[in-house]
């Protein structure tokens, strides 16, 4: 056995090690961009986190604590992920615009060199950020299934989806691949690669796992909705390194982005709560911190292409888009749990096409006009952008699904259910009172 371990496992160690050649500092480092990328990364991670309390305040209490430890596994486990082949698979030198090469498998020769997309900061700091979204996104996923899955299949399910659909999304948009580099697509911080691509893979998820055991026969209030706040205000927190960290840069674009998305939260916020009151005669903190989540859902793609007048009327309108699509789940009758759909997909694919519409060169140069501003061909390809991250995550989803539920299964037994993941999945409880 010793002989075994010491031929095959001290060389992949060795591989691993390799890179460490690469750490020599580069003096066309901004060390002010640094430190501002360093805090947008911190922002991100936090992000994951706040989204363990946003989703556990609203499942019942004898899952609150499986629902947490879905986002802490994951960021866990694609904080490994990411560093061995997750980051090469996305930014990674491109092949045929689908996906990045393995040259940069555990971070061979990456260090702290400038960044290939980003030359004022090290590579390392630029890999880091974008292991954020990595992570917070397959977290949002979780909420589509909430309430009855086997912890084991969150592990497997986050293995197989983060190389086979979000690095080649990523690569598609961010690393040089078909959609940013060939037809000149905008996504500012993920719109396509981030909410759409997890909000597909949602309604995979629930029309596979199924409805919860009493769905729409027995009440499923959330059970701590003071949490669900709490888990809001740190992703609105959060949100600011998302989108303003998108910039690469502390700089005006940064600014700008760091308006926009204080702005879209706010007006959708009040878009969906004014109409929340009008429908349902009271406007709820569920309603309330929903709507903010929508907008700054809608309005990460657009965030720094767009003005911050611009951003007022996306973020209302995300308010009123994600409402209705929230409002019409019982009637097509899918047990999306934590309304992945309705808020992510709804306001990622109106933030998508707002792009198109509200983008503008006097906002950002380096942008493009969008429909409002002269440019129908931007709007186009924002709609094959949408379309193509949507189908491709839709098939590989379901593909991913269907093989883990033949080979461990995805849902936990009738009686698990019944006693709540917290029990049959982790052996504790959330509240010993």
């Known amino acids: 056995m010793l002989k075994k ?197 949602a309604i995979v998820a629930a029309l596979i796992v199924g409805r919860r055991k009493g769905y729409l026969q027995e009440p499923m209030m959330p059970h701590n909705m003071t949490m669900t706040v709490l888990g809001a205000a740190l992703l609105w927190f959060g949100w600011f390194g998302f989108n303003a960290g998108s910039a690469l840069s502390a700089g005006t674009l940064a600014s700008l982005a760091f308006v926009t998305t204080n702005t879209a939260s706010a007006s959708a916020a009040l878009g969906w709560t004014f109409l929340e009151w009008i429908v349902r005669k009271k406007p709820t903190a569920l309603g309330a911190v929903s709507g903010a989540v929508a907008g700054l859902v809608a309005i990460t793609p657009a965030a720094g292409f767009v003005s911050p007048v611009s951003s007022i009327v996306i973020g209302i309108l995300a308010g009123l888009i994600c409402f209705t699509a929230v409002s019409l789940k019982p009637k097509f009758g899918y047990d999306d749990s934590l309304d992945v759909l309705g808020i992510h997909g709804a306001g990622g694919i109106w933030g998508a096409l707002a792009t198109g519409l509200f983008a503008s060169t006097a906002i950002n140069p380096d942008g493009a006009n969008g429909l409002f501003y002269g440019n129908p061909s931007l709007f186009l390809k924002q709609v094959i952008a949408t379309v193509a991250t949507i189908a491709y995550s839709l098939v590989v989803s379901l593909i991913i699904f269907k093989v883990i539920d033949w080979t461990i299964g995805l849902r936990v037994e009738e009686e698990e259910e019944i006693t709540g993941l917290d029990l049959s999945q982790h052996g504790e409880t959330g509240y010993n009172l």
């Open 5 to 201: 371990i010491k031929r095959y496992f001290f060389p992949l160690i060795t591989l691993l090690l390799l890179p460490s050649a690469a750490f020599a500092a580069d003096g066309g480092i901004s060390a002010g961009d640094t430190a501002w990328m360093l805090v947008s990364t911190a922002l991100v991670m936090l992000m994951t986190p706040g989204l363990a309390f946003f989703y556990g305040g609203m499942v019942r209490s004898k899952n609150v604590l499986g629902t947490i430890m879905h986002s802490f596994i994951i960021l866990c486990l694609m904080s490994v992920i990411w560093v061995l082949w997750g980051y090469t698979l996305a930014f990674g030198p491109d092949i045929g615009g689908f996906v990045g090469s393995l040259k940069w498998f555990g971070l061979s020769g990456i260090g702290n060199e400038p960044a290939p997309m980003a030359p004022n900061i090290p590579h390392l700091v630029f890999m880091m950020f974008q292991g954020m979204f990595a992570i917070i996104t397959p977290a949002l996923i979780t909420g589509a299934f909430a309430e009855r899955i086997k912890f084991s299949a969150v592990i497997f399910f986050t293995i197989l989806w983060a190389t086979f659909v979000y690095s080649p999304v990523a690569h598609w948009v961010w690393g040089g691949g078909w959609i940013g580099a060939k037809i000149g697509a905008l996504d500012f911080a993920g719109g396509t690669v981030v909410h759409i691509n997890s909000a597909m893979a």
